[in-house]
């Protein structure tokens, strides 16, 4: 069964870097495409960054253009979110998602906060 288990988050300070890791199983990873989103206290869970299947083309949430990157390692089956220059509005439950066969699959989150 497809599974999909993040980690990486943590407290870091205003400015700080962290980098996610979103480790899947289940499925031929190489020919999805991946994304991370993220769901604050109160508010949506929202699109943070996206990845084609080979990892050519990515697309990013206006408010974290230029500080936060995807990428993804196909041989580990390991998408990854390295967020850089991070502000306490970036604290939220981070989780990576993949849709196979039409139906949406999602980790159990990883917490970042960033906070002095």
């Known amino acids: 069964q497809v599974q999909l288990v993040e980690s990486g988050g943590g407290l870091v300070q205003p400015g700080g870097s962290l980098r996610l890791s979103c480790a899947a199983s289940?499925?031929?990873?190489?020919?999805?495409?991946m994304s991370w989103y993220r769901q604050a206290p109160g508010k949506e869970r929202e699109l943070v960054a996206s990845?084609?299947?080979?990892?050519?083309?990515?697309n990013y949430a206006d408010s974290v253009k230029g500080r936060f990157i995807i990428s993804r390692d196909n041989a580990k089956n390991t998408a990854y979110l390295q967020m850089n220059s991070l502000k306490p509005e970036d604290t939220a439950v981070y989780y990576c998602?993949?849709?196979?066969?039409?139906?949406?699959?999602w980790g159990q989150g990883t917490q970042v906060t960033v906070s002095s």
């Open positions: 998602r993949a849709v196979v066969w039409f139906r949406s699959y």
């Open positions: 990845i084609s299947s080979s990892g050519d083309s990515t």
């Open positions: 289940g499925f031929t990873f190489s020919t999805y495409p």
